[in-house]
């Protein structure tokens, strides 16, 4: 049955810029929520030292939580030759880190949306990457997940493949047990595209989930679609407690229940900090009971 894990996105700048907050503060903030696991994403990490590795593991079962997730962002788009085998070079150090903390999946996505980049060499680079490294994660253990993606906080351009169209061209030409699918309804509300939609297309091959959720503060989603730079963060976009916003996570639930779905749902959400967490968690686990009854 699906497990419930949280992201810190209200954290970020404390766990990752000015180092104010210790991913060991993070871990005791998690295990007063109502949660299975913490995702994990590389700049949490002090270090990749063994001795500190074993302190977070320590910290981790201390606290009865798991580390299911990594989020990494692999940048697979990148058009010199060399830089992209660095690129693999650093998601295989993720793969090791997502095993060595007793993780089963590790995110992968394409990699920027650099205009000198075209489409055919992005999907071909993308595809070539993530196919070089499904030997070393299957190896590991570690499945490969790709996430409709938006951006990287910390990524100067969106995601290469944003648009569902390029998503599935890429997802579509992999074909291994060691990869799947990471959904994040909210992302595709992010590219202008019904997240139903999206999902009726990758429902059989999605073993993650990113739960999120957006509501427009001003005018409709047709309007959303309508604006110029609608593959961006609209002003009138904006985060909210997950079960406020436009998803449907009745459908969403539904659907996955139909296909089986017993991987792992990790808040990606609480921008405003701890309240809301604690609200999205609490409307989370009523719908994961309706529509997974047997969810612990």
């Known amino acids: 049955m699906p497990k419930l894990s949280v992201f810190p996105k209200c954290y970020m700048n404390e766990l990752c810029v000015t180092r104010t907050m210790t991913l060991f503060d993070w871990i005791e903030l998690a295990a007063s929520l109502d949660v299975d696991g913490v995702e994990m994403y590389p700049g949490f990490f002090d270090s990749l030292d063994p001795a500190y590795l074993a302190r977070v593991q320590d910290h981790l079962a201390k606290h009865n939580l798991e580390a299911p997730m990594m989020c990494a962002s692999p940048d697979f788009t990148v058009p010199d030759p060399e830089s992209r085998r660095a690129e693999i070079d650093r998601q295989k150090l993720m793969v090791d880190l997502t095993a060595q903390l007793g993780g089963r999946f590790c995110r992968v996505l394409s990699g920027q949306r650099r205009e000198d980049v075209s489409h055919a060499d992005g999907v071909r680079w993308t595809v070539e990457c993530i196919t070089a490294l499904l030997p070393y994660a299957a190896a590991r253990g570690v499945v490969l997940t790709m996430e409709n993606h938006y951006k990287d906080g910390f990524w100067r351009y969106p995601e290469f493949a944003q648009r569902s169209e390029i998503f599935l061209e890429i997802i579509n030409q992999i074909d291994s047990p060691w990869f799947g699918v990471n959904f994040d309804p909210s992302n595709a509300i992010i590219a202008g595209e019904d997240p139903l939609t999206l999902l009726a297309a990758v429902k059989d091959r999605v073993i993650t989930m990113h739960a999120s959720d957006r509501y427009l503060i001003s005018g409709t989603l047709e309007d959303l679609r309508k604006q110029d730079g609608t593959l961006g963060y609209a ?39 701890m309240d809301e967490l604690r609200e999205s968690v609490k409307f989370l686990r009523t719908k994961m009971a309706k529509h997974f009854p047997h969810t612990v």
Request: hydrophobic fraction near 35%; avoid cysteine; aromatic fraction near 10%.
């Open 235 to 273: 002003e009138n976009l904006k985060h909210g407690v997950i079960g406020l916003g436009l998803n449907d996570y009745d459908a969403i639930f539904q659907t996955l229940h139909g296909e089986d779905f017993d991987g792992w749902v990790s808040i990606e959400d609480g921008e405003n900090g």
